[in-house]
C-alpha cells in the first residue's frame, strides 16, 4: 500500500513537472533557434541572437518599464492591501461586507468596463501615464493582496503583539519586529501577486497608454500579432518569465535563512510563496 | 523591582447582560502574590488587561505604589504578562525571545543575550538559548514564557492562567519554579487561576470573583476555612452546606446543635453551615465522639485518597432542609470504606463556619426525602479516624 503511494506519488510529481514545463519546451527552443526550419525536429543552429534582441534598443526600455510598473504595483497594492485586510479581519470598521464587496467589485465586473470607466477619472484628473497605469492596476491588484492578507490574519494571532507590548515594545516596535515578521511570508506572497499583476498587464497598458506607453507584454503581443517571429516571441516570454522565477526562488531562500524549519512548520501565520501553515487561534 | 498594585473600583462593561467587571478594588503589596480564581467568564482575564494597559477601564482606577498608570501605554507600565499559551515569537531563537525585552529598550544585542542567558539559568533551561520554540516541549516553552517576562524586570508580574496547558506532574514543576523565581527576585504578582489547589499553591491571598465582583480577598487559610459566601466556598472546592438556623453562637440542622470558633459571627437566623470535606473525620459508629452517625452512599477515588459521601438522616424535618443530609468526607489511604457502611462522623469546631444562604445557588447535597429504608449493614469492621 505504502509502496503504491509512493509510486502513485513519483508519478504524480511527473505529470506536474510535464505539466508546467512542456510549454516551456518550446519556447526554448525557439528562444535558442537561430535556424530553425520546419521539417526538422529541432534548430539546426543554435545561439543567442534571440535573447539579446529582447534587449536591443527598444526591448530593453519595454522590460525596465514592466519592471517599474510591477515593482509600483507592489508597493502600493501590497501595504494597502495589508491595511485593510487588518482593519477586515479585527472587525475595526462598521460593514465589514460591504467594504469587502466593493474591494472585489474589480474582480467580479468585467475588465473593460472598470478599466475605461477609471480611464476616464485618470484623464480628467490629468494623472501623468505611468502614474495612472500603477493607480489603476492597484485597484485591479487590490482584491488579490486583500484577500491574500485577509487569510494570513484569519490565523494571525494578535496576543503576540500585547504579549510584546506587555514587555515594553511601542507601538512601532511591535510593527517592525512581531507583526512584520509573523506576516512576512504572507506579505512576500501578496508582493508576489501585486507584481505579477503590473509585469503582465496588457489591457490597462494598451488602454491608458494608448500605444505609447511599452511594456513587456505589449511588445509580446505586438510581435506575437505578425508572421515568423517565433524566435522573438519565444525570447521575449522566456524573458517575461525571469523576474516572477526569480522572485520565487530568493522568498524561498530567504524564508528557509530567516525562519528554521522547526518553527516554520509550528507557527507561522498566512499564505505564503511555497507553503501555508497555520497558526492557532486569535486573540 | 516589585510595586504595590492597587485597583481601584475597575469596571468594565463590553454590552453584554452584565458587566464584565464591576466596581473591582484589590491591594496587592509590594513582593506579594495575589490569586484571582473564579469560575470561566467570572472577569479574571479583564482583571489582568486592565491592569496591564491592553485594555481600557470604563470606571475606576489602577495604581502602582499610589500612582495612577491609567494614561501610561503598556509598554512603560512595567506590567509583563505571561499567557495561557506561551506565545514564544517564532521568528526568534529562545535566547532572543528572552532578550526581546533589552532590545526594544535599546540594549545591544550582546548584552541583551547576556542578560537573557542569566533568566534562562533561572528557569533552569541554560543550553537552550539557541533552540527555536518548535524544538521545546510546552512546559519548557512556559518556561521561556516566565524568563522572557522576568527579564523584562517587571514591577509587576501578570500571569494569566500559565500552567492551565500542562499535565499535572509539569505543573507542580512550574510551581516550584514560581517558589523559586519569588525567592530570588521577589516579585509582585497577580495569577490568574481557575484551579483552587494552584492559587492556595502559590499566593499568599486569594480573591475570588464571580460574575464580574469581587466575592472575597483573603488570606489563603482564610479563603478555605472561613468563606463569606457559598460561592467562596465551592469555588475553593469546599463540598459540605448544611442548612439551618444561627441561634445565639451555634448553628442549628441536621447535624444537631455546633458551637462555633469564636472568629465566626454571622447574623442570628437562617444560615448555611460550610465545612472543608478534609476536616470530617470519619469514626467508628459507636465512637463516643462520633458527632452524629450516617450511612455511606458513595464512594470515589480522588487520587491517594477516597472522596466519601454519607448520608445523614436527621431525627426530625428541619425548617430549612430535609430531615436527610449528605456530608463529605476526605479519608487517607488504608482506610477501606465501603458504600453501604454505617460510620461515625466526627467535625473540628475550629473547621466550622457560617454563610447566608443564597437563593437559587442550593445545592443537591440536602433534600426534604424522607431517610432510605434499605440500610446495608456494616461490612468493614471498625473505622478509624480521617486525616
Request: hydrophobic letters at 45%; proline letters at 8%.
Amino acid at each position: 500500500m505504502t509502496r503504491t503511494r509512493r509510486v502513485l506519488g513519483v508519478v504524480l510529481m511527473i505529470v506536474l513537472v510535464a505539466w508546467f514545463l512542456t510549454p516551456l519546451l518550446p519556447l526554448g527552443l525557439w528562444a535558442g533557434a537561430e535556424t530553425w526550419s520546419g521539417t526538422s525536429p529541432l534548430p539546426q543552429r543554435w545561439g543567442t541572437g534571440n535573447i539579446a534582441s529582447v534587449f536591443a534598443p527598444g526591448g530593453g526600455a519595454a522590460v525596465l518599464r514592466s519592471l517599474a510598473l510591477g515593482t509600483a504595483v507592489a508597493a502600493l497594492a501590497t501595504p494597502a492591501g495589508a491595511v485593510v485586510a487588518r482593519v477586515l479581519a479585527l472587525r475595526q470598521v462598521r460593514r465589514p461586507r460591504l467594504v469587502e464587496g466593493l474591494l472585489f467589485a474589480p474582480v467580479a465586473l468585467p475588465v473593460f468596463a472598470v478599466v475605461m470607466g477609471l480611464n476616464v477619472v485618470v484623464l480628467r484628473l490629468h494623472v501623468p501615464g505611468f502614474l495612472g497605469i500603477a493607480l489603476v492596476l492597484v485597484v485591479a491588484a487590490l482584491p488579490y493582496t486583500t484577500f491574500l492578507m485577509r487569510a494570513a490574519y484569519a490565523s494571525y494571532d494578535v496576543a503576540f503583539e500585547e504579549e510584546a507590548r506587555t514587555l515594553g515594545a511601542s507601538s512601532g516596535a511591535v510593527r517592525w519586529r512581531v507583526r512584520l515578521p509573523l506576516l512576512l511570508p504572507a506579505l512576500a506572497g501578496a508582493a508576489f501577486l501585486a507584481f505579477l499583476v503590473g509585469w503582465s498587464d496588457y489591457i490597462v497598458t494598451l488602454l491608458l497608454g494608448g500605444g505609447r506607453y511599452v511594456t513587456l507584454p505589449i511588445l509580446v503581443a505586438s510581435a506575437a500579432s505578425g508572421t515568423g517571429n517565433e524566435p522573438t516571441v519565444a525570447a521575449l516570454s522566456l524573458v517575461a518569465l525571469a523576474p516572477p522565477a526569480l522572485m520565487l526562488v530568493t522568498a524561498g531562500l530567504l524564508r528557509r535563512r530567516l525562519i528554521p524549519r522547526r518553527s516554520r512548520s509550528a507557527r507561522r501565520p498566512g499564505p505564503a510563496l511555497s507553503s501555508s501553515p497555520v497558526v492557532e487561534g486569535t486573540a | 523591582m516589585s510595586a504595590t498594585l492597587t485597583l481601584h473600583g475597575l469596571t468594565r462593561d463590553y454590552g453584554g447582560p452584565a458587566p464584565a467587571l464591576s466596581d473591582l478594588t484589590l491591594r496587592v503589596p509590594a513582593g506579594s502574590c495575589l490569586a484571582v480564581v473564579g469560575p470561566s467568564g467570572s472577569g479574571k482575564t479583564t482583571v489582568l488587561r486592565l491592569a496591564s494597559g491592553l485594555e481600557r477601564p470604563d470606571r475606576g482606577d489602577v495604581r502602582l505604589d499610589g500612582a495612577s498608570v491609567l494614561e501610561v501605554a503598556p509598554e512603560e507600565r512595567g506590567m509583563a504578562m505571561v499567557f495561557q499559551r506561551p506565545l514564544l515569537f517564532p521568528h526568534r531563537s529562545v535566547l532572543d525571545n528572552v532578550a526581546f525585552s533589552a532590545r526594544v529598550r535599546g540594549e545591544s544585542r550582546r548584552r541583551a543575550r547576556a542578560d537573557a542567558e542569566e533568566y534562562l539559568d533561572l528557569v533552569q533551561l541554560s543550553g537552550f538559548g539557541s533552540r527555536h520554540p518548535g524544538e521545546l516541549s510546552g512546559g519548557q516553552e512556559q518556561r521561556v514564557a516566565l524568563a522572557r517576562a522576568l527579564a523584562a524586570q517587571p514591577r509587576v508580574l501578570l500571569l494569566d492562567e500559565p500552567f492551565s496547558a500542562l499535565d499535572a506532574a509539569l505543573r507542580a514543576e512550574m510551581h516550584d519554579l514560581v517558589r523559586k523565581v519569588r525567592a530570588a527576585l521577589d516579585p509582585t504578582i497577580v495569577l490568574v487561576t481557575h484551579d483552587q489547589a494552584e492559587a492556595a499553591s502559590l499566593a499568599d491571598c486569594v480573591a475570588v470573583l464571580s460574575a464580574g465582583r469581587l466575592v472575597q480577598h483573603d488570606t489563603v487559610d482564610r479563603i478555605y476555612s472561613r468563606p463569606t459566601s457559598l460561592t467562596t466556598a465551592r469555588q475553593m472546592g469546599g463540598r459540605n452546606e448544611v442548612p439551618g438556623e444561627v441561634c445565639g453562637h451555634h448553628h442549628h440542622s441536621v447535624l444537631g446543635s455546633l458551637a462555633l470558633p469564636v472568629d465566626v459571627r454571622p447574623p442570628q437566623g437562617p444560615g448555611v453551615l460550610v465545612f472543608r470535606q478534609e476536616s470530617v473525620q470519619v469514626t467508628d459508629p459507636d465512637a463516643a465522639d462520633a458527632l452524629v452517625e450516617g450511612t455511606v452512599v458513595a464512594s470515589r477515588p480522588v487520587g491517594a485518597r477516597r472522596l466519601l459521601t454519607i448520608e445523614v438522616v436527621g431525627r426530625a424535618m428541619t425548617p430549612h432542609g430535609g430531615c436527610v443530609v449528605q456530608v463529605h468526607a476526605e479519608t487517607p489511604p488504608g482506610h477501606p470504606v465501603w458504600e453501604g457502611d454505617r460510620v461515625g462522623i466526627r467535625l473540628s469546631p475550629h473547621a466550622l463556619s457560617v454563610v447566608p444562604e443564597e437563593i437559587g445557588a442550593k445545592r443537591a447535597h440536602t433534600s426534604g426525602m424522607p431517610p432510605r429504608k434499605s440500610e446495608a449493614p456494616v461490612r468493614s469492621g471498625r473505622v478509624s479516624s480521617g486525616p
